[in-house]
């Protein structure tokens, strides 16, 4: 699949964005307006989880809702890895350039901590492979572990509505929780782009770490 598709070829594989059953009415507030939504077949959810464990014992999908939860001594994506154990799911709707856009429902139960759980990979900056990370820590959402940079402050053992919007070409990412902007700063380059959501190991974290995620979307501007 070519990295990006100009907006007019899309247009047989995407549906306008608008409100969903159980959703208020878009209003001119909302991220999604302007954009409209790609097709996402199962088959473009990768999943990545410890090596040597079957999927079904880091990951359950039930009744719409994608739980992934790890362990902090887990094994790696792979043996060798420099990484650190995960249970995350790759969207396989790969960018280059244009406005792009992550929308999914998050849930952390309490106790999680020293974990990202969603992150556009992809960055030219020296010691980076992503341009954005979203952390937890303590019940707290941040940008990658920056005190300063706190997204919401009590995102446990509650749905959020996140949207994370990409605009590749003038270098920009910007956070929005239940419709709300919470965060714009300034990507860290790179020429291929992808959404990941669920559970990532980081620093200090808690033995066991859980995120369940519904009504994934990717979006791109229209």
């Known amino acids: 699949m070519a990295s990006y598709v100009l907006p007019w070829l899309l247009l047989p594989f995407i549906v306008l964005a608008s409100s969903c059953c159980g959703r208020s009415s878009a209003t001119a507030a909302d991220p999604i307006l302007g954009f409209a939504a790609i097709e996402l077949t199962e088959d473009r959810f990768k999943l990545h989880k410890p090596y040597d464990l079957p999927p079904e014992q880091r990951y359950e999908f039930r009744d719409g809702v994608r739980r992934m939860w790890v362990f902090c001594d887990d094994k790696l994506l792979s043996p060798g890895s420099p990484t650190k154990p995960r249970s995350e799911i790759l969207l396989n709707a790969r960018y280059t350039a244009g406005v792009w856009q992550f929308e999914g429902y998050g849930y952390v139960p309490a106790g999680t901590s020293g974990v990202a759980v969603m992150q556009v990979f992809g960055a030219c900056a020296s010691g980076r492979n992503t341009t954005l990370m979203l952390h937890v820590y303590g019940g707290r959402l941040m940008y990658y572990h920056d005190e300063a940079r706190v997204v919401d402050g009590d995102i446990y053992d509650r749905w959020f509505r996140?949207?994370?919007v990409h605009d590749v070409d003038a270098g920009m990412l910007t956070v929005f929780i239940d419709g709300e902007e919470r965060l714009a700063v300034a990507?860290?380059?790179?020429?291929?782009?992808?959404?990941?959501?669920?559970?990532?190991?980081?620093?200090?974290?808690?033995?066991?770490?859980?995120?369940r995620w519904r009504d994934v979307k990717v979006y791109t501007k229209i």
């Open 162 to 164: 996140l949207n994370v």
């Open 187 to 211: 990507g860290h380059g790179g020429y291929r782009h992808y959404f990941k959501f669920g559970v990532y190991t980081q620093t200090d974290p808690s033995h066991y770490m859980e995120s």
